[in-house]
């Protein structure tokens, strides 16, 4: 068969899920533009399908290499039980299957539609919505503990190394499969995502593990085997709790246990003023540019001091993760190498660090070259199931995993992948979701990898943290930029698409700076040069804009700001880039309207001053310009970089008299510039928690 591919032109992610959720027996394999220049492959209606059955393994794959070659595509799932069809050793338990289906391949006579996601929406957006509850892991923690016991009395008998112990838990789950699948990849962006759909069935696997691909000459396998938990905040996490160490004092000296009133100087006009630091009055009336300085300061210079000089040990420098990567690459590497007739092996990486949202995963790959007569039957012969979702020495772990383990694990850490020409990639399925559409009751797998030292506790508690990224409520988002557009130019047009772009890297959004630039100049040649305009631009987790055009309010007569009654907690990432995900801020923007103010200002969860809703905080004191500490949680702007380019600035945690006594308080953004202070309100400190 070599039909022609269906024209489709989809304009959202969800109509792509939609569709496939409306066509029986049709799939969809997502390739994100963050990670790869690769088309995503959606398969629709499949005209036949095969099964593999306890009794049929070598009719199942000589019937899939015959269609392949007959120029059909196939997306195949395979049950991890069916790894014990694989080897002799295993005749007493492959005897009991019988005719039992262990793997289903849908049969399709077109080939996939090839689409590409850059710049495409995902058409529905969840903001702090739980697309599932109920959950119940099969196996508690008493059991749990036992069963690793058992483990290791297993490696002391020198039976296992290592063994990948699992549990199942079932759920419910409360929107449609297709919402389920868009809400949870916005932050599972992984190279092995798929949505199958087999009728009542569902498959949604996220899985970050390639089994293997080929492409008729050679066969990659990348077994990952290694996790450190990794986090938004964009600096390195044990600098962070050294800063957080020393911050029991501050710069003035006091303890940041204690609770700062606010103090006001009474004015000679009736005011209140904030007490400066010499006993004069801060309010006086002042104007301070980008490019202003005041006497004696230094232009062009700041102090960004590192939180710590200690180096910071990555994950693929730990001996212990490295040794647990290295029993499961070894033993993956004898199974390629005893399919490809003892050929010579490349190594493609070895202990790389793969970065996703929340975690960091070490991988390491390995490249075979293989018969051309070498067919699917031989290579899951050799291979399956994958090393490192059994643990070391293969056979034995998995007649230990076959004992201990409470149910069957199913599809949970089998296969799903597809062959399409020559072409052949399956995932390990492992954050793959099943899901019962009649009964809307969904069932995942859970597990980790054991070793003698392992604390039961520690990954039992591991494995339902893992669960987290389905159970947790899902939060879409958009990266902003908020630029100033006057006399027909940008002037800090670099700074923004540079703080975009770093957003963008680490928040795994697609950014493309070409289209940006030429969707911002479209955008501007609409614009009355003669006239300042707020320009918006929101980007979207595949790349693609939204542009909104406003004019800047006028700036008050005087700038007036008070201490917002909430408190932030620095380690939430968000308050490190500027995104939509700005509940807290969003709700002091309205109280700040409400009241007449021109800003609220924040702490954090320590006493620290951090920012303002749209602004960053300045001081000058003692003949010194002073800022909190990127570290205390707040956005870096791009009006407070233009500042401390301009001036000598320190960055150090401040607490509210700081800000009281300052000689002068300056807010600064990139709309705004740099505004000083003329009054700071009273507003309880720390009256809600």
């Not at 112990?165 to 949870?184: Q, R, S």
């Not at 990486?349 to 793969?354: R, V």
């Not at 945690?653 to 800000?659: A, F, G, P, T």
């Amino acid at each position: 068969m070599n039909l022609p591919e269906e024209v489709y032109r989809p304009k959202t992610l969800i109509e792509i899920l939609q569709r496939t959720d409306e066509t029986a027996n049709s799939a969809f394999f997502v390739n994100p533009p963050q990670k790869t220049t690769k088309d995503s492959l959606l398969f629709l209606g499949a005209t036949s399908k095969l099964y593999l059955k306890g009794d049929n393994r070598d009719e199942f794959f000589r019937e899939i290499d015959r269609l392949r070659k007959s120029g059909y595509h196939l997306v195949i799932t395979i049950d991890y039980e069916a790894g014990y069809l694989f080897s002799h050793k295993f005749s007493d338990i492959a005897s009991g299957f019988g005719d039992k289906i262990l793997g289903e391949a849908l049969v399709f006579d077109t080939p996939p539609i090839k689409i590409k996601l850059v710049g495409m929406p995902f058409g529905v957006s969840f903001e702090g919505k739980k697309l599932t509850n109920n959950f119940r892991p099969d196996c508690n923690l008493t059991r749990y503990i036992s069963d690793i016991g058992k483990v290791k009395e297993r490696i002391r008998e020198g039976d296992t190394y290592q063994i990948n112990y699992t549990m199942l838990c079932d759920f419910k789950y409360l929107a449609t499969p297709p919402e389920i699948f868009a809400g949870l990849i916005f932050n599972q962006t992984t190279l092995y995502s798929a949505y199958i759909n087999k009728g009542n069935e569902k498959i949604l696997s996220f899985s970050p593990e390639l089994f293997f691909s080929s492409d008729g000459r050679f066969v990659d396998v990348r077994p990952m085997k290694g996790t450190m938990k990794t986090s938004l905040v964009p600096f390195q996490r044990e600098s962070f709790l050294k800063m957080r160490e020393k911050r029991s004092v501050g710069y003035n000296g006091k303890s940041s246990k204690e609770k700062h009133p606010v103090a006001y100087h009474e004015h000679s006009s009736g005011e209140k003023r904030p007490v400066a630091h010499n006993g004069k009055s801060s309010g006086e009336k002042r104007s301070v540019a980008y490019n202003g300085q005041s006497s004696g300061e230094k232009r062009g210079t700041h102090t960004n001091q590192n939180l710590s000089g200690e180096k910071e040990l990555r994950l693929n420098e730990d001996p212990k993760q490295r040794a647990e990567n290295l029993m499961i690459a070894d033993l993956m590497r004898n199974d390629l190498h005893r399919l490809t007739g003892g050929r010579a092996l490349r190594v493609l990486s070895l202990f790389e660090e793969e970065k996703y949202e929340t975690l960091l995963q070490m991988v390491s790959g390995f490249r075979g070259e293989i018969d051309k007569s070498t067919g699917l039957a031989e290579i899951f012969g050799a291979l399956y199931p994958c090393g490192s979702i059994t643990g070391a020495p293969k056979i034995s772990s998995m007649r230990i995993i076959r004992d201990l383990e409470k149910r069957p694990r199913g599809l949970y850490t089998g296969i799903v992948g597809f062959v399409s020409g020559k072409k052949s990639v399956f995932n390990i399925a492992i954050r793959t979701l099943q899901l019962d559409d009649k009964k809307k009751t969904g069932v995942v797998g859970l597990g980790s990898g054991i070793v003698w030292d392992s604390d039961a506790k520690k990954e039992y508690e591991e494995c339902l943290l893992k669960g987290e990224f389905f159970t947790r409520e899902v939060q879409h988002f958009r990266i902003i930029e908020t630029i100033l557009y006057q006399n027909g130019e940008a002037p800090f047009l670099q700074h923004h698409i540079g703080r975009m772009k770093r957003s963008a890297k680490r928040l795994f959004f697609y950014f493309d700076e070409g289209l940006f630039l030429r969707k911002f100049s479209e955008l501007t040649q609409k614009l009355n040069p003669g006239q300042s305009y707020r320009l918006r631009f929101l980007l979207g987790k595949y790349g693609d804009f939204q542009a909104e055009v406003h004019e800047p309010a006028p700036l008050p007569s005087r700038i007036v700001v008070a201490f917002s009654k909430k408190v932030t907690d620095s380690n939430n990432p968000f308050l490190y880039y500027k995104t939509t995900n700005r509940v807290i801020y969003n709700a002091g923007r309205e109280t700040a309207t409400q009241e007449g103010l021109f800003d609220l200002l924040y702490q954090n969860e320590f006493g620290e001053v951090t920012e303002g809703g749209i602004t960053n905080i300045f001081i000058f004191t003692s003949g010194k310009w002073l800022t909190p500490h990127h570290s205390c949680g707040l956005l870096q702007g791009v009006g407070r970089k233009v500042f401390m380019q301009t001036h000598k600035v320190r960055e150090v945690v401040l607490r509210v008299e700081d800000i009281l006594n300052a000689e002068k308080v300056v807010l600064t953004n990139a709309i705004r510039g740099a505004v000083a202070v003329d009054e700071i309100k009273g507003i309880s400190i720390f009256s809600e928690k």
